[in-house]
């Protein structure tokens, strides 16, 4: 052996059972294609390459050093990954589906990220809170709740629609007789999407099914068209996403179809994301009893009438440390994708430009090598270690670079107020075991919680 020889000379390691025609599309899980590949990590190492009919590619990096690498905004660019294609039917130019530096990305960065300063949150905080009441009144006094992300998932929902357009999805009005049909257009319209992304089983899905997602769309449109036109007849001002995009600062408002196109993308981007979030946390929470009643004592602390100040919000460490462990575990966008603006390597193999890579951050989350031996473990202490700030490269759950999440500040704002405010008020007493589904994002599936309201 030389110590010459390059590593790059060799082929990433892909999954074994390659056969001549269908490529490794065997090897694909269909319904939890992220953890499948969390799987193979453990097998082939933290990059391997599945290849598909025709050529395709598909890399997978789950390392911290390899994110280390390929966060590096000079050589690599978000790139708009495959599973992502079919969203555009929705979210049009919308922030999420508008192309790396397009004037419409432009343009609706500039307008809307006044809307997610972490200052702005001022502005939604009482929102958010009321849409906290909602949920705990649709708790009552006990309830066992046998979809937590459902309901979370409604929570979230209702959260964007009135905070940013002052729209509300009914999601609780419907609750008894089933979902609001915009958040089940919305469930039905991802879950077509994912799966229509998977290579070969995208061809597989029928007609019926691609009426239904086109209804959904259709209503979908229609629902937020009505929400603008609104609006404007009212003439009403008031400081949300929506009045931002009616009236900028500076320059003309965004074009009525634009409008459209970002409220979806608010609606798509941050609500099972989020949602699911909750959930997870409420997960963990359930379980350990001593650490809900930490997050209670803290919240209890500093709530006065009932309610917990927006200034206050700052002073949830607990709550903090159990929001950032659950996305380190359970990030609830499991990665990104990440495309070469040169020729490269990465891990010491040879990447050429424009080649793709997509980041598990479900593996990067747990790296030994800088999460230590008890990585897998749900430990939020390890967040309140003085002075501990992770690495970049170690936990990303917002993404990176100039595409990576406008809703961060968002996110996080609204989900310590909910769980602040609902492990306050409640008991939480959950049974099952973690069962993580998979619909573009990560998500407790039939998660089963018993919520008693504390007198
Ligand atoms: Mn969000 C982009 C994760 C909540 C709106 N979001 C991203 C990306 C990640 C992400 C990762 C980058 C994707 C990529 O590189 O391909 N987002 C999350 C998570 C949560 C979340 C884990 C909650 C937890 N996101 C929200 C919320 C909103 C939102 C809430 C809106 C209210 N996110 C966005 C938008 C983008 C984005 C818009 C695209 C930003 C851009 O490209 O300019």
């Given at each position: 052996m030389t110590t010459t020889t390059k590593l790059a000379a060799r082929s990433i390691p892909h999954p074994p059972n390659r056969i001549p025609i269908l490529g490794d599309v065997l090897g694909i899980d269909r319904k939890r294609p992220n953890q499948k590949t969390l799987w193979q990590f453990s097998r082939l190492g933290p990059l391997y390459r599945r290849t598909f009919v025709g050529g395709v590619h598909l890399t997978f990096a789950g390392s911290a050093d390899l994110m280390r690498e390929i966060i590096d905004e000079k050589v690599w660019q978000r790139h708009f990954g495959r599973p992502y294609e079919k969203l555009r039917e929705i979210a049009g130019d919308g922030l999420f589906t508008?192309?790396?530096?397009?004037p419409e990305w432009k343009r609706g960065h500039e307008v809307l990220i006044h809307g997610f300063v972490p200052g702005a949150m001022a502005d939604y905080h009482d929102t958010m809170l009321s849409v906290a009441d909602l949920t705990a009144q649709w708790l009552g006094d006990a309830r066992n709740v046998t979809d937590t992300a459902a309901m979370m998932g409604d929570t979230a929902l209702e959260i964007i629609g009135r905070a940013g357009f002052g729209y509300s999805v009914g999601a609780f009005d419907a609750r008894a007789a089933g979902r609001a049909p915009f958040a089940a257009a919305l469930t039905r319209v991802f879950s077509h999407v994912q799966e229509s992304a998977i290579p070969m089983v995208g061809k597989l899905i029928g007609g019926k099914r691609a009426r239904q997602h086109a209804e959904d769309i259709a209503l979908m449109k229609q629902t937020v068209i009505e929400v603008i036109e609104t609006r404007r007849g009212t003439g009403q001002r008031c400081p949300d996403l929506l009045d931002r995009m009616l009236h900028p600062e500076n320059g003309l408002p965004l074009p009525d179809d634009n409008i459209a196109d970002q409220v979806l993308t608010m609606f798509v981007a941050g609500h099972e994301t989020t949602g699911n979030l909750l959930a997870f946390a409420t997960y963990f929470l359930a379980r350990n009893p001593e650490l809900a009643a930490r997050v209670r004592a803290e919240a209890t602390a500093v709530t006065t009438d009932g309610r917990i100040a927006y200034e206050d919000v700052a002073k949830l460490k607990v709550t903090d440390a159990v929001i950032s462990e659950t996305l380190r575990l359970w990030p609830t966008a499991p990665g990104f994708f990440r495309a070469a603006r040169e020729d490269t390597t990465l891990g010491g193999y040879d990447i050429s430009a424009g080649e793709w890579v997509f980041v598990l951050l479900l593996a990067v989350h747990r790296d030994t090598s800088v999460w230590g031996p008890d990585a897998e473990e749900f430990r939020p202490d390890r967040w309140l270690e003085n002075g501990f700030r992770p690495k970049p490269w170690t936990y990303r759950p917002f993404g990176t670079g100039p595409r990576s999440c406008i809703g961060q500040a968002f996110a996080l704002h609204e989900a310590k107020l909910i769980i602040a405010s609902l492990v306050r008020d409640f008991d939480l007493d959950g049974r099952s075991e973690l069962d993580v589904e998979e619909n573009l994002t990560l998500r407790p599936s039939n998660l089963e919680v018993e919520f008693r309201r504390i007198k």
């Amino acid at each position: 052996m030389t110590t010459t020889t390059k590593l790059a000379a060799r082929s990433i390691p892909h999954p074994p059972n390659r056969i001549p025609i269908l490529g490794d599309v065997l090897g694909i899980d269909r319904k939890r294609p992220n953890q499948k590949t969390l799987w193979q990590f453990s097998r082939l190492g933290p990059l391997y390459r599945r290849t598909f009919v025709g050529g395709v590619h598909l890399t997978f990096a789950g390392s911290a050093d390899l994110m280390r690498e390929i966060i590096d905004e000079k050589v690599w660019q978000r790139h708009f990954g495959r599973p992502y294609e079919k969203l555009r039917e929705i979210a049009g130019d919308g922030l999420f589906t508008a192309a790396n530096d397009s004037p419409e990305w432009k343009r609706g960065h500039e307008v809307l990220i006044h809307g997610f300063v972490p200052g702005a949150m001022a502005d939604y905080h009482d929102t958010m809170l009321s849409v906290a009441d909602l949920t705990a009144q649709w708790l009552g006094d006990a309830r066992n709740v046998t979809d937590t992300a459902a309901m979370m998932g409604d929570t979230a929902l209702e959260i964007i629609g009135r905070a940013g357009f002052g729209y509300s999805v009914g999601a609780f009005d419907a609750r008894a007789a089933g979902r609001a049909p915009f958040a089940a257009a919305l469930t039905r319209v991802f879950s077509h999407v994912q799966e229509s992304a998977i290579p070969m089983v995208g061809k597989l899905i029928g007609g019926k099914r691609a009426r239904q997602h086109a209804e959904d769309i259709a209503l979908m449109k229609q629902t937020v068209i009505e929400v603008i036109e609104t609006r404007r007849g009212t003439g009403q001002r008031c400081p949300d996403l929506l009045d931002r995009m009616l009236h900028p600062e500076n320059g003309l408002p965004l074009p009525d179809d634009n409008i459209a196109d970002q409220v979806l993308t608010m609606f798509v981007a941050g609500h099972e994301t989020t949602g699911n979030l909750l959930a997870f946390a409420t997960y963990f929470l359930a379980r350990n009893p001593e650490l809900a009643a930490r997050v209670r004592a803290e919240a209890t602390a500093v709530t006065t009438d009932g309610r917990i100040a927006y200034e206050d919000v700052a002073k949830l460490k607990v709550t903090d440390a159990v929001i950032s462990e659950t996305l380190r575990l359970w990030p609830t966008a499991p990665g990104f994708f990440r495309a070469a603006r040169e020729d490269t390597t990465l891990g010491g193999y040879d990447i050429s430009a424009g080649e793709w890579v997509f980041v598990l951050l479900l593996a990067v989350h747990r790296d030994t090598s800088v999460w230590g031996p008890d990585a897998e473990e749900f430990r939020p202490d390890r967040w309140l270690e003085n002075g501990f700030r992770p690495k970049p490269w170690t936990y990303r759950p917002f993404g990176t670079g100039p595409r990576s999440c406008i809703g961060q500040a968002f996110a996080l704002h609204e989900a310590k107020l909910i769980i602040a405010s609902l492990v306050r008020d409640f008991d939480l007493d959950g049974r099952s075991e973690l069962d993580v589904e998979e619909n573009l994002t990560l998500r407790p599936s039939n998660l089963e919680v018993e919520f008693r309201r504390i007198k």
